[in-house]
């Protein structure tokens, strides 16, 4: 079933999706120990939220430009039939004489028109971009500060996993090195039964221990690459 959610993700077809994945090497290995970048720059979150700033930036600066006056270009061009023969002077009342364009005349410049009424209403849109540009810099501070928070809790809870998933190998020897007592003793008629089965009972509990710290170590390290914004802190320890 994971597999197939695996698939899923991936944007594959999960009855064509034969890949062999390996749960259990996260029960039984630790990822290579590295030292870890600090710094949440690559979050996508602070991106995002970065992206609302300058977006209300880049809207305030345009809403700006609303108060300034209004530049155009016109041009003009005037033509004119008489419907008289400049050759002769013999006027004509056909069609084709009228249209025959004699006088002609052009025009060309610049106009400014700025609406005064229009500056009230700008200024209000401004002072409310301005507010949202502020909050959206406040939010992004917060987003900063928590994620910076998340990212130290989780490289403190990745270290003790890590110095946990230490200890526990030790104390699962132990367990093995009592039960093979305990099993010899039993073996030879030393011992009773619920000795050798309480023995048993710590070595399952030393052996699920162990898979449950390594997981851990897993886990927390999954976590600092999701406060760190940087998946790949968790995929090149695969």
């Known amino acids: 079933m994971q597999q197939y959610r695996l698939a899923e ?12 994945v390996d749960s259990m090497r996260f029960y039984s290995h630790l990822p290579a120990e590295k030292k870890i970048a600090s710094g949440t720059g690559k979050n ?28 155009a270009f016109v041009a003009a061009g005037w033509a004119r039939g008489a419907g008289v023969d400049n050759n002769d002077g013999t006027y004509h009342t056909d069609f084709s004489s009228g249209t025959h364009y004699q006088v002609g ?39 900063q500060i928590e994620l910076q ?15 946990k998933a230490h200890i526990v190998p030790q104390q699962l020897i132990a367990a ?7 099993r010899a003793r039993y073996d030879n008629g030393l011992t009773d039964l619920p000795t050798l089965l309480q023995s048993f009972v ?37």
């Open 105 to 143: 005349n052009y025009l060309f410049g610049l106009t400014a028109k700025w609406r005064i009424s229009d500056s009230f209403e700008v200024g209000k849109r401004l002072e409310k971009l301005r507010w949202l540009t502020e909050e959206n810099n406040r939010l992004y501070d917060q987003q």
């Open 44 to 71: 996508p979150l602070l991106k995002v939220q970065q992206a609302r700033v300058d977006a209300s930036v880049e809207r305030a600066a345009a809403m700006k430009r609303n108060l300034y006056p209004t530049i």
């Open 149 to 163: 928070r998340q990212a130290r809790e989780s490289e403190m809870q990745y270290e003790v996993m890590m110095e």
């Open 202 to 238: 710590a070595l399952n509990q030393a052996e699920a221990s162990l898979a449950i710290a390594y997981s851990n170590v897993w886990r927390a390290q999954l976590m600092v690459a999701s406060a760190r914004g940087d998946l790949s802190i968790f995929l090149d320890s695969l």
């Open 176 to 182: 093995r090195q009592a039960y093979a007592q305990a």
């Open 9 to 20: 993700l991936l944007g594959q077809n999960a009855l064509e999706f034969d890949q062999e």
